[in-house]
T-cell receptor
Framework: EAGVTQFPSHSVIEKGQTVTLRCDPI?????LYWYRRVMGKEIKFLLH????????ESGMPNNRFLAERTGGTYSTLKVQPAELEDSGVYFC??????????????FGPGTRLTVL | LAKTTQPISMDSYEGQEVNITCSHN???????ITWYQQFPSQGPRFIIQ???TKVTNEVASLFIPADRKSSTLSLPRVSLSDTAVYYC????????????????FGAGTRLAVHP
């Protein structure tokens, strides 16, 4: 079974530009999460989708970040315009959900974003 | 979500058993305990999860005392490839919460295994 995949693996952009990160969850997983680690900090939750609906976006830092999950499959996270402090590693995770038993999140390899 | 406390770093040698203890004094009744492993330039990888007593899988064992205020991840006979950061997380990820919840990561324990 394929795991969570993320694209691109690395992205280097200039301040003020736009970047779109993509996450493909494990097939059949209803839950999709975005996390990020900025330099020297801990991994922080950004938001959570259940299928195509945003369940919890309490971790989104500001309105420069826009996440979508069209059709409840893959998700994109757009940063527009990017700022220096957005540099870090963005992780995506997915879990089966369904409310039966425990729910384990499986992480992708992350996208390393560098804003110059 | 309950806050966790774990050692910042640990050192071990190949072939030894490593035990990493995590404190979670404010764990709630519905909270589960989950451990993740992370290698450089990779995402966190699920290791083991439990609610109480002992859980064992092919990778590790998880010991949880009756009061559930702490837990110990046990890695048998570590190798150099076990060098990684280990995270202890607690949260309501069971059926009571609808089966999902955001994870709150701490700093983790940086384990270094030496030859």
């Amino acid at each position: 079974e394929a795991g969570v995949t993320q694209f691109p693996s690395h992205s280097v952009i200039e301040k003020g530009q736009t970047v779109t990160l993509r996450c493909d969850p494990i097939s059949g997983h209803d839950n999709l999460y975005w996390y990020r680690r900025v330099m020297g900090k801990e991994i922080k939750f950004l938001l959570h989708f259940v299928k195509e609906s945003k369940q919890d976006e309490s971790g989104m830092p500001n309105n420069r970040f826009l996440a979508e999950r069209t059709g409840g499959t893959y998700s994109t996270l757009k940063v527009q315009p990017a700022e220096l402090e957005d540099s870090g590693v963005y992780f995506c995770a997915s879990s089966q959900g369904g409310g039966t038993g425990t729910d384990t999140q499986y992480f992708g390899p992350g996208t390393r974003l560098t804003v110059l | 979500l309950a806050k966790t406390t774990q050692p910042i770093s640990m050192d071990s040698y190949e072939g030894q058993e490593v035990n990493i203890t995590c404190s979670h004094n404010n764990i709630a009744t519905n909270d589960y305990i989950t451990w993740y492993q992370q290698f450089p330039s990779q995402g966190p990888r699920f290791i083991i999860q439990g609610y109480k007593t002992k859980v064992t899988n092919e990778v590790a064992s998880l010991f949880i005392p009756a009061d559930r205020k702490s837990s110990t991840l046990s890695l048998p006979r570590v190798s150099l490839s076990d060098t990684a950061v280990y995270y202890c997380l607690v949260g309501d990820i069971g059926m009571f919460s609808g089966g999902y919840n955001k994870l709150i990561f701490g700093a983790g324990t940086r384990l270094a295994v030496h030859p």
